[in-house]
């Protein structure tokens, strides 16, 4: 599996074992799951798409790139990325998780690719990881067609225009995990629809999911 895959990165791991890592959730082994990497990948991305933004659009002002920034920076962008480059058919889940559609859930992809991006930057260097981030960034690099408004802003937004402006309301409903690498499940809820949760990394992570997935029920 991992051979197949580095096949497709595009990347021979001179340690297989970094990229199984990438792969594996914390759900089918916390010690040895993807959470220390996908912390690091989260800042090796964060970097190739400050560096490429401001090489595509010279004449954004700061203001502009920022949200650029933030658009493709985000945990959306990462499952997109995850999913062109097929990423959820190797991840390591365990089989409760696999029975409840751990492999279309966007915090588990945007996750995992994070890791990827980390085992790649540490097993091949900053040009091995760029080169995946161009790959599978270039359509979202160039087509800024798209609401760059994060998901929470975008539900904010869509509650205050609603007769009676309830706002919605997020609550932490558990954490997990050691400090270097938690695990947060979040509730928001609006008045007139059912809660829904989101996880994340951190709690502005698992805010933002649960947002992205009670927008998909208000916007359908």
């Known amino acids: 599996m991992v051979d197949a895959l580095s096949a497709k990165l595009g990347h021979t791991f001179h340690d297989p074992a970094l990229l199984k890592r990438a792969l594996t959730h914390a759900s089918a082994d916390a010690v040895t799951s993807n959470e220390r990497l996908e912390f690091l990948g989260d800042r ?3 970097l190739i798409v400050a560096e490429k933004l401001h090489a595509l659009y010279p004449a954004d002002p700061e203001g502009a790139l920022a ?13 997109r990325a995850a999913a062109e480059a097929g990423l959820a058919e190797h991840v390591i889940l365990a089989n409760s998780e696999k029975a ?9 992809l945007s ?7 980390a085992a790649l930057y540490l097993d091949g260097g900053m040009d091995a990881a760029r080169a995946f981030v161009e790959r599978y960034w270039a359509g979202q690099f ?3 067609s ?4 994060d998901a929470k802003t975008r539900l904010q937004e869509w509650a205050q225009a609603r007769p009676g402006k309830d706002a919605p309301v997020y609550a932490l409903k558990e954490r997990s995990g050691p400090d270097h690498a938690p695990r947060f499940i979040v509730e928001v809820r609006v008045a007139g ?6 996880e994340g990394g951190s709690k502005r992570q698992a805010e933002q999911d649960a947002a ?3 927008l998909a029920v208000v916007e359908p």
């Open 142 to 144: 160039e087509d800024f």
């Open 111 to 117: 996750g995992m690719c994070e890791a990827v991006i």
């Open 100 to 108: 409840g559609g751990g492999r279309d859930k966007p915090a588990i």
């Open 146 to 149: 798209q609401d760059m408004r």
């Open 44 to 46: 090796v991305l964060g």
């Open 212 to 214: 992205t997935k009670l």
């Open 67 to 79: 949200l650029k920034f933030n658009a493709l920076a985000r945990g959306a962008a990462c499952a």
């Open 193 to 198: 629809f059912d809660a829904v949760t989101g």
